[in-house]
């Protein structure tokens, strides 16, 4: 029997859920971040989702920042990310219904309010882009899900909105004109179905990425948001697009690697695989 975490998450497309932080990892992930937001503000963190740009690539035109990539990568020397990161492998192989050494090392960003704009994403599905065809739609709908992307709150975050059950069906015609321009929309809840998603801090939502969502970062609105995805080898190369587009090249190198205990070690050399069977090429999924 799925549990009531994985039904809802299958059903409605996201679920809720407590404390995947334990008391224990709190204090050293929480000044992990502290620290890792602050040098990112200082502009001494390259690797960044700037203000002004959605999706990537990023380019480098704004100081202000809507979110923190790659905290895992060495060059940050916070190995209490990657210790946490690897920590939810019960619960993600209780959401993916996978077993645990079929999972795959992906990202880990964190999202946090810009200082001096305010912000927004368009809604959008991660894979599909808002001009998709109702057939072209719809065969990525149809396709297995092969990961999983979460946001655990450190602060209480009400930014991101999303449709509940949107993640199987086709957008419907006024759906579709609220999700087709890559403007961020004026007023989130003009789209039919729409909710705001809050989390209070410690609590996570996973979410599948198909589903229709959108977020707007408030300036004066503290947010740090932990937001990571995993995946399960059994989609092959499935996922490479959507990750790979993101810049993974260091996590290849030897001294990324030595950071990571056994279990983070396994997981990486999966991702590397995939990687290597995905080829060179990377393309980006959205515009904007
Ligand atoms: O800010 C959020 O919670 C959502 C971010 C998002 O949708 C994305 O990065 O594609
Ligand atoms: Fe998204």
Not at 7 to 14: M, R, S
Not at 27 to 44: I, M, N, S, Y
Not at 183 to 192: F, I, K, S, Y
Request: overall charge negative.
């Amino acid at each position: 029997m799925p549990s009531q975490y994985k039904q809802a998450f299958d059903e409605v497309g996201y679920v809720i859920i407590p404390d995947l932080i334990p008391p224990e990892a709190r204090p050293e992930l929480e000044a992990a971040t502290a620290r890792t937001v602050a040098r990112t503000r200082a502009g001494q963190w390259p690797h960044r989702r700037v203000v002004g740009k959605q999706f990537p690539p990023f380019d480098t035109d704004n100081p202000d920042s809507w979110g923190v990539q790659h905290v895992m990568h060495p060059d940050l020397g916070e190995p209490a990310f990657a210790k946490w990161y690897t920590s939810l492998r019960n619960i993600v192989t209780e959401l993916l219904a996978c077993d645990e050494d079929a999972l795959q090392m992906e990202l880990f960003n964190i999202l946090i309010n810009p200082t001096a704009h305010d912000f927004a994403l368009r809604w959008h599905r991660d894979a599909v882009d808002g001009t998709a065809s109702p057939e072209e739609e719809m065969r990525v709908l149809k396709a297995a899900q092969y990961g999983i992307q979460w946001n655990t709150a450190l602060y209480r975050d009400s930014c991101l909105y999303v449709v509940p059950g949107s993640h199987r069906v086709l957008r419907t015609p006024e759906q579709r004109a609220h999700s087709t321009d890559i403007a961020p929309p004026e007023n989130p809840m003009d789209m039919p179905g729409a909710i705001r998603v809050t989390l209070n801090p410690g609590e996570t939502v996973f979410y599948n990425s198909n589903i229709l969502h959108c977020a707007v970062y408030d300036s004066k609105q503290p947010r740090a948001t932990l937001h990571a995805c995993m995946g399960s080898t059994a989609g092959g190369a499935a996922r490479a697009g959507n990750i790979l587009q993101h810049g993974l090249l260091w996590m290849k190198e030897e001294r990324f690697r030595q950071t990571l205990d056994a279990t983070g070690k396994v997981m990486l050399d999966r991702l590397i695989e995939m990687q290597e069977s995905a080829g060179e090429e990377v393309r980006y999924s959205l515009k904007g």
